[in-house]
């Protein structure tokens, strides 16, 4: 049996004081009178009751309603009785195909298609009841960046007031890339992983962050059409530049792709349950080793958890073994990028891919005399550590044999300025990286034409700002 579906389709007109004839007006254009579409399909009145189960969600890999995920969703939220009202949000009117495979599903007592075609729209009063009524909100595919312009209108308060009672949200493509923490946008054009790898820094590499944070999920950048369209590549480059850029806490980004056709059902405890094909959680953990406007991406040892159906990943606690690890050098992947080795061993830190050893800073280090030994590290040898305060200085004390060239390359994170000094055993400076600018990364290198070897020290010194994000340094002998 079809479901019912409401014959009016009530069109909601946000008036300006310009004019009251009524126009449809695409967002971002101008017009006298926006235009909302409202279609309404099962009962014309709204569940009434005053606790819910949730809150869950859904992130689907492409557009269109998962039944299997959105079944958990339903009846997460209603513990089992009763029904609930579902709300769609879209930015592009393509008719109501997700109300209508909702609404085949039990437990659902109406579902309402919003179709928003102006930025403005996200403060109109219908709009906002019709949301707050409901106890599942779900953004349909089509354009993120549309749904970006909503960020601080009452839309987004109406969507949060949805889970915070205890409902829930979701939504596919467009719709999954909105529900992360950071928002890949593309407002600027949609990149491809051989763009984004080439280039971090590219205009189609843009960001929303600070629209919704979902209880369990914070530092997380969901990718969609994750390998039907090859995203593995950009969603590496949108975490690296979470990371170097800021915008995550505690100095790591979880990228979150889904392929097509799958969805992440996420329960209120932060356990997603995979539904479908394959989907993927890469995280980046420290600074990347190179992301510069204008120069490809170096990144060692994404850590990367590959999800079949069936499988779960706990969000609230997030697993720090089980992975397997992949690379970008100079805007080139390693190979095979969607499968690999297992780690089972979480035990110590993977070295830097190609050998080499990683080191992070110990403090005290704040003088020649106190600087943390780093003489019998393996190289290319990776050091990390931050910035504490405006005054802090972090020395690392090497040795360089007759003939080699010690090279250091620093990723600064944008939360500080530091400058690059490389020291030698009587504490003059040899050579030093003084580069203008908080996030700007700093490069230097000497070579020992002395007989014999010999002690020297890198030297980051905070010139301006500070924080607990980490910088990242590559030292090499060659």
């Avoid at 510069?292 to 609230?316: C, D, E, H, M, R």
């Avoid at 979480?346 to 800073?361: K, N």
């Amino acid at each position: 049996m079809f479901p019912v579906r409401n014959p009016l389709r009530t069109r909601l007109a946000v008036l300006t004081a310009a004019s009251l004839v009524a126009t449809v007006a695409p967002i971002g254009v101008t017009a006298a009178q926006a235009q909302v579409i409202r279609d309404r399909q099962g009962s014309t009145t709204d569940v009434s009751r005053t606790t819910w189960s949730g809150p869950a969600y859904t992130m689907n890999g492409s557009g269109g309603v998962v039944s299997a995920t959105m079944t958990q969703a339903i009846n997460a939220i209603r513990g089992g009785s009763g029904t609930i009202d579902v709300a769609v949000i879209a930015a592009t009117d393509g008719g109501t195909p997700e109300c209508d495979d909702i609404m085949g599903l039990a437990g659902v007592n109406s579902c309402t298609t919003l179709t928003l075609t102006n930025a403005n729209d996200g403060n109109n009063s219908q709009v906002n009841t019709d949301i707050r009524n409901a106890e599942f909100v779900y953004f349909a595919g089509g354009n993120q960046c549309n749904y970006a312009a909503w960020k601080g209108t009452s839309l987004e308060a109406s969507v949060e007031s949805v889970v915070a009672k205890g409902g829930g949200v979701g939504g596919g493509s467009a719709g999954h890339h909105i529900n992360s923490d950071i928002v890949y946008d593309a407002c600027a054009a949609s990149a491809t992983s051989a763009i984004a790898l080439d280039d971090p820094y590219d205009r189609s590499m843009t960001f929303t962050t600070g629209m919704f944070r979902w209880a369990n999920y914070a530092n997380t950048i969901n990718d969609s059409h994750f390998q039907e369209r090859d995203r593995m590549g950009r969603t590496m480059a949108f975490v690296a530049r979470a990371i170097k850029d800021g915008r995550t806490s505690g100095g790591a980004a979880w990228g979150v792709g889904v392929n097509e056709g799958a969805s992440l059902f996420i329960d209120k405890t932060g356990l997603a349950t995979l539904s479908g094909s394959n989907a993927y959680v890469v995280l980046g953990d420290h600074q990347p080793e190179v992301a510069v406007s204008g120069q490809p991406l170096t990144y060692s040892n994404f850590k990367i958890w590959k999800l079949a159906n069936g499988q779960t990943y706990n969000f609230a606690n997030r697993p720090t073994c089980g992975y397997y690890l992949k690379s970008v050098t100079n805007g080139v992947p390693s190979s095979s990028l969607y499968s690999g080795t297992t780690v089972t061993d979480c035990s110590t830190t993977p070295p830097p891919t190609g050998g080499g050893s990683s080191y992070a800073e110990v403090e005290s280090n704040d003088t020649r005399n106190a600087a943390n030994d780093v003489t019998g590290n393996s190289y290319p040898l990776t050091l990390t550590g931050d910035m504490k305060s405006t005054s802090d200085r972090d020395y690392f004390k090497v040795s360089v044999a007759s003939g080699q060239t010690l090279t250091v390359n620093c990723a600064i994170p944008t939360a500080y300025d530091a400058d690059l000094y490389l020291l030698n055993s009587n504490g003059s400076t040899v050579t030093r990286s003084v580069n203008s600018g908080a996030g700007t990364d700093e490069s230097a290198s000497l070579t020992r034409t002395s007989s014999g070897s010999a002690t020297y020290y890198v030297e980051l010194e905070a010139y301006s700002g500070s924080g607990t994000a980490d910088y990242s340094c590559t030292v090499a002998k060659s």
